[in-house]
């Protein structure tokens, strides 16, 4: 029961190994981290995704990457290229940036169409998509159109910030979205979340991803409580591991 106790946490974390200025080594050692603490995915840069879909071949934590990211400007046939070259190189999970001129211009129906190609590329190869709003630049009623919007086009997750805006998770968004988001689009919290007592109460609200990088200041205290033996980091592991995000 236990590990089932800690699989309802663990398998929220998205592990983000997103920082430009990571090395192979510290990507490495952040893959390794998130096997042993057995989350739902990482998430890397793309150009590291046929590697890491390799280390994670045998394992149940899934491959994830990022689309249009941080800036969401990318032309459309851009983005949808990207993510077709992701899924080639074995991605399961894509997380894309909408494009933030033409929200916050109103240009609703180019919104439209852009997250519709790419829900269609990802389901297409039978894999699923994330979509980002960047909610530090947006006012509720652009966030609810974008919830709107994304459940007619069936994306699997709207997801509330890069971690590289101004700010990023908030209970308050988090509420909005999952009440204007249908029952099959999830919502992800992303910046923020930084502790257990903020994890458990995300979960609560109905928050079914999380992404972090200071993935063991989320589990080691649950680990504790459920008696789990703690996992030993090595140097190259904890410094991978950014808890600011």
């Given at each position: 029961?236990?590990?089932?106790e800690?699989?309802?946490y663990?398998?929220m974390i998205?592990?983000a190994?997103?920082?430009?200025?990571?090395?192979?080594?510290?990507?490495?050692?952040?893959?390794?981290?998130?096997l042993?603490?057995?989350?739902?995915?990482?998430?890397?840069?793309?150009?590291?995704?046929?590697?890491?879909?390799?280390?994670l071949?045998?394992?149940?934590?899934?491959?994830?990457?990022?689309?249009?990211?941080?800036?969401?400007?990318?032309?459309?046939?851009?983005?949808?290229?990207?993510?077709?070259?992701?899924?080639?190189n074995?991605?399961?999970?894509?997380?894309?940036?909408?494009?933030?001129?033409?929200?916050?211009?109103?240009?609703?129906?180019?919104?439209?169409?852009?997250?519709?190609?790419?829900?269609?590329t990802a389901?297409?190869?039978?894999?699923?998509?994330?979509?980002?709003?960047?909610?530090?630049?947006?006012?509720?009623?652009?966030?609810?159109?974008?919830?709107?919007?994304?459940t007619?086009?069936?994306?699997d997750?709207?997801?509330?910030?890069?971690?590289?805006?101004t700010?990023?998770?908030?209970?308050?968004?988090?509420?909005?979205?999952?009440?204007?988001?249908g029952?099959?689009?999830?919502?992800?919290?992303?910046?923020?979340?930084?502790d257990?007592?903020?994890?458990?109460?995300?979960?609560?609200?109905g928050?079914?991803?999380?992404?972090?990088?200071?993935?063991?200041a989320?589990?080691?205290?649950?680990?504790?409580?459920?008696?789990?033996?703690?996992?030993?980091?090595t140097?190259?592991?904890?410094?991978?591991?950014n808890?600011?995000?």
């Open positions: 029961m236990s590990k089932m800690y699989q309802a663990s398998k998205d592990h190994l997103l920082t430009p200025t990571m090395q192979v080594r510290d990507l490495e050692s952040g893959i390794d981290l998130a042993a603490y057995d989350v739902a995915s990482v998430c890397v840069m793309p150009y590291y995704v046929e590697r890491l879909s390799q280390r071949r045998e394992s149940t934590v899934k491959t994830s990457t990022t689309i249009g990211f941080p800036h969401g400007a990318n032309h459309v046939q851009t983005k949808v290229d990207e993510a077709k070259l992701a899924i080639d074995g991605c399961q999970e894509i997380d894309v940036v909408v494009n933030l001129s033409q929200v916050l211009s109103g240009c609703w129906s180019y919104v439209e169409d852009e997250i519709g190609a790419i829900v269609e389901h297409s190869s039978k894999q699923r998509a994330k979509i980002i709003f960047e909610n530090c630049f947006l006012n509720d009623s652009q966030k609810i159109k974008l919830c709107e919007i994304c007619k086009q069936e994306a997750w709207v997801k509330t910030s890069t971690g590289f805006g700010g990023g998770a908030t209970i308050a968004d988090l509420k909005l979205m999952i009440q204007h988001s029952p099959e689009t999830q919502v992800k919290a992303a910046g923020g979340v930084r257990l007592a903020t994890l458990m109460e995300v979960k609560q609200l928050v079914t991803r999380c992404g972090a990088s200071g993935t063991p989320l589990l080691d205290p649950l680990r504790e409580q459920l008696g789990l033996p703690p996992i030993e980091l140097s190259s592991q904890a410094s991978s591991n808890p600011n995000y």
